[in-house]
């Protein structure tokens, strides 16, 4: 049997992947992966079409075969594939996965796999609730609950899995999954943009500021690195003020920092805000920091929380 999985959500395509090769039920499968992106069709079907010294029946999985969507770049030895698919081994069981959103119906390729196989689209659904509830399967959760992870970590199935396992692991015992459990361990896909984190600091949106950074932890972003990303801006919206204030004009400016222009010019409004020496200042305390967090004098995570809060 050969069967064509396409769409974006990988999720229920490597779902459905199990699922196939559980309902194949075949006792010392010989299974055998490939990548179009690496392998050639060649290749694939010569596996296909040897016996296998093992077993009498072969499972072949097809990863990214792009053979099946719109693509421009030319495709060798897709005759034979072709061919094979009109008069296939019958004990070769073939899983293509084509991880393109649409595939080409009018293709001859698509039409042979139709005729003499099965095709599954796999794409995102408008509601994943009993999506997600199913992932759940065991534990006790409401759809209000439901609703309140899809909100935090968004519509993502593979993400959202994997918070899933992880209220499973964490709640093991109890099997019920609560509100608040969900709000104590996700991590909110908020969309974090570090940069705007660095604009709500400058703006002294502390709040704002404060929850980015908690999720930035939660993300396993490096304080170090953060600091840096800090002081780089500060530095930045230094220079380019005083500049500025000395009748260089945005292009000028931009070539002597070695800048685009956008960021200079934003560098140059958040500039405006702030006296100089406020700048100076937070440039001389991000550079403290730096070095108590490298030399193990200071707490790194509370050290930069600190300091957001101090604005």
Do not use: C
């Given at each position: ?276 020496q406020i700048l100076l200042k937070y ?21 930069l929380e600190l300091f957001i809060l101090?604005?």
């Amino acid at each position: 049997m050969n069967y064509l999985l396409y769409g974006s959500e990988n999720y229920l395509i490597e779902k459905e992947l199990k699922n196939i090769i559980n309902k194949l039920d075949i006792e010392d499968i010989n299974i055998s992966k490939y990548d179009l992106e690496e392998n050639n069709i060649k290749e694939i079907l010569e596996d296909a079409n040897t016996v296998s010294l093992f077993s009498n029946n072969k499972l072949i999985i097809v990863d990214n075969a792009f053979i099946f969507s719109r693509v421009q770049k030319k495709i060798e030895d897709i005759e034979l594939l072709e061919e094979y698919l009109k008069d296939n081994n019958e004990n070769t069981n073939i899983i293509f996965i084509d991880r393109n959103k649409n595939i080409d119906s009018v293709k001859r390729i698509v039409k042979l796999i139709k005729e003499k196989g099965t095709i599954k689209e796999f794409n995102p659904s408008k509601n994943i609730n009993s999506t997600v509830k199913d992932m759940f399967d065991g534990y006790k959760i409401d759809y209000n609950a439901i609703n309140v992870l899809i909100n935090r970590v968004g519509n993502d199935l593979e993400l959202i899995y994997s918070e899933v396992e992880k209220l499973k692991l964490y709640k093991i015992n109890e099997k019920e999954i609560t509100i608040k459990d969900i709000e104590d361990l996700t991590v909110e896909n908020i969309n974090i943009d570090i940069f705007k984190f660095v604009d709500d600091i400058i703006n002294k949106n502390k709040n704002s500021a404060i929850k980015t950074y908690k999720e930035l932890l939660k993300l396993n972003e490096e304080p170090i690195k953060i600091v840096a990303l800090l002081s780089s801006k500060f530095r930045l919206m230094y220079q380019a003020s005083k500049l500025a204030k000395k009748g260089y004009t945005e292009e000028s400016i931009s070539e002597i920092l070695n800048m685009h222009k956008y960021p200079v010019h934003l560098a140059i409004l958040s500039g405006y805000k702030y006296n100089p020496q406020i700048l100076l200042k937070y440039l001389n305390t991000l550079a403290d920091l730096d070095i108590g967090m490298k030399t193990g004098e200071k707490d790194k995570e509370l050290a930069l929380e600190l300091f957001i809060l101090s604005l």
